[in-house]
């Protein structure tokens, strides 16, 4: 049962974190923000909007280890970077904006496919040069 309590605790604050996506998406386009928190914005929404995980959910454990680690430590830096006041200015944009769902980022989803291709080849390989 303790287990359950901290996976749910996990979720938790997963979901919280997941919520100031969308302050990311609206705070690296401010020209407010320093470039350095753009770059780290950048690749936490475009990961985070992708449509295909860099891990499989389908892998058992690692599958959720981007959801419940990755995703939110991203956000988490990131957030820590914006100067405040460009995130009180853009929350209460954001809201609207999950209002209307999340965007998707099909470049990214589609980098991760061919990195999956990519990595299947190479395995590929691999064996056939052991078994033959």
Known sequence: ?????????????????????????????????????????????????????????????????????????GISIALKLIPSDVIQDNWEKAEEIKKNGKPKNWFVGILFIIIWILLAVWIGKILINLIG
Request: aromatic residues 14%.
């Open 1 to 73: 049962m303790k287990n359950n309590t901290i996976l749910y605790e996990l979720k938790n604050l997963a979901k919280k974190l997941k919520q100031s996506l969308f302050v990311l998406y609206l705070s690296y386009k401010d020209k407010r923000t320093p470039w350095f928190a753009k770059a780290v914005a950048i690749c936490v929404v475009a990961y985070a909007f992708s449509p295909i995980d860099l891990i499989p959910d389908f892998i058992p454990i690692l599958g959720y280890l981007d959801d419940l680690i990755l995703v939110p430590l």
